[in-house]
Every structure is written in structure tokens, then in C-alpha cells.
């Protein structure tokens, strides 16, 4: 009988040790994010992930006097467990959404859809969307874009303002360039887009990040519009990772409320 409860002393300890374990692994990399901006919701992610497990680490350790903390233990492995297989299935509808669709080339109309700009210049995840644009309008000399943004609380002027100037500066004509400076999500970007330019029958296409592509064509195609896509390379390998991690959380809002079925 002694053995049997040394056993599972030491199985709760290892247990314990596991989780702790995990709550350091997530604590690390939540630390730099913090001060970073572009990388701000890593810091958000990572620390929720910190404190979960840290709060299972307290359950198993208390786990063996007392009810309640069994409880709190065996509901902390189902939601970590949970957590997991979402992540795993929604990274990979993510990573199987990057490709382009050879359909989105001799468009009408291309959406692009805005990102974060700065006082002087857009971002680097926004200017990659806007030089797969200007790339796209050279090899289709009839499409136009449709720019799609408005303006956050810590921007200077709406997205697609300073997406039109940046694609002028790059000598694409002016009435090549719509501006639906409305929006302040996808989802307003694409009805907003549609309700003040595309009429039934248009050919369209859209472009963003690679990321964010999958949830893009699923939105247009919601609204009723082609559902093609034309990928831009994110920038800088720990923005792509922050921005998976913010693109899990966008697509598994859409499953959870129903919108992405």
C-alpha cells in the first residue's frame, strides 16, 4: 500500500513539474513581445497560455487535499487538450490557404486589404500586400483595386489613403485606385468593398498576406464574391509567427459563431 502511494506522489509531482515546465516555456517568449509593438498580441497569447498553466500546476499540486482543485485539474488538461487539436487544425487550414489561385489572375477587381500603417509609410506587411498589388496591375492592364481600410485609433489617416499614395508613387494611375476607407475589420473591408463598387457578375480577386488568406477567400466567398486569392510574403519570420497565432484566434472566432461554415 506504501508503494502504491509513493507511486502516485511521485506521479503528482511529475505532473506538477510538467505543467510548471510548460507555464516557463510560454512565460519566455511573452516576455520580448511585450516590448515590441507589432508583436504585442504574442505577448497576450503566450502570457494567457503562462498563467493557464501555472494555474494547472497549483491544481495538481493541491490536487491530493482537496476536491475542488481535482476538479479545477481535470477541467485544466480538457481545455489544454481542446486547445491543442483546435490549434493544430486551424494552423493547418492556415498553412493550406497559402498558395495563389491561378483563377485570381484577369480580374476585374482586387481587393486588397489594409494592415497596420505608421505615421510615414505603411507597414511591412502592408507594403507586401501593396507590391503584390502593383505587380498584379502591371501583368493585368485592365483590373482595378479596390483599397480597403480605414483608419484605427493610432493611425494618422486611413489605410487606404496611404495605400492609394503608395501605389501612385509607383506610377499606377489614379482611376485604377478605389478607396473604401470605412472598414476597420475583414469582414467590413469585403461587404463595404462590395456594397460601393462590385455589382453581380464581376470577376474578383483578393490579396493579403499569406496568413491571412484562407479566411479571406471565405469571406469573399460569404459575400457572394469569387473567392480567389493572391498570397504576399510576411515579413520577418517572428511577424509571421505572431500573426499565425493572431489568425488562429480570428479563424476560431468564425467557427465558434458560426460564420466560417
Known sequence: ????????????????????????????????????????FGAAFFGALAVGCAGEAAAVRWSPDSIA???????????????????????????????????????????????????????????SRLDAAFDYLQRNPTARAILCGGQGSNEVMPEAWM???????????????????????????????????????????VITNEFHLSRARRLMSSAGLDPYGIPSPTPYVSVRIIQHLREYCSVLGLIVSGRWF
Open 163 to 205: 495605400m492609394r499614395d503608395y501605389l501612385l508613387a509607383h506610377g499606377v494611375p489614379e482611376q485604377r485606385l478605389l478607396i473604401e476607407d470605412q472598414s476597420s475589420n475583414t469582414i467590413q473591408n469585403i461587404a463595404n468593398a462590395y456594397q460601393q463598387y462590385l455589382s453581380p457578375g464581376d470577376r474578383t480577386a
Open 1 to 40: 500500500m506504501r508503494e502504491i502511494l509513493d507511486k502516485r506522489k511521485d506521479m503528482k509531482q511529475n505532473e506538477f513539474q510538467f505543467w510548471r515546465m510548460l507555464a516557463v516555456i510560454f512565460a519566455i517568449p511573452a516576455l520580448p513581445c511585450l516590448l515590441w509593438p507589432p508583436a504585442r
Open 69 to 127: 482543485a481535482r476538479r479545477v485539474a481535470v477541467l485544466g488538461r480538457i481545455l489544454f487538450a481542446l486547445f491543442l487539436i483546435s490549434f493544430i487544425i486551424i494552423q493547418g487550414i492556415i498553412l493550406s490557404g497559402c498558395r495563389p489561385d491561378p483563377e485570381a489572375e484577369n480580374a476585374d477587381y482586387v481587393l486588397v486589404l489594409g494592415a497596420q500603417i505608421y505615421a510615414d509609410r505603411p507597414s511591412a506587411s502592408l507594403q
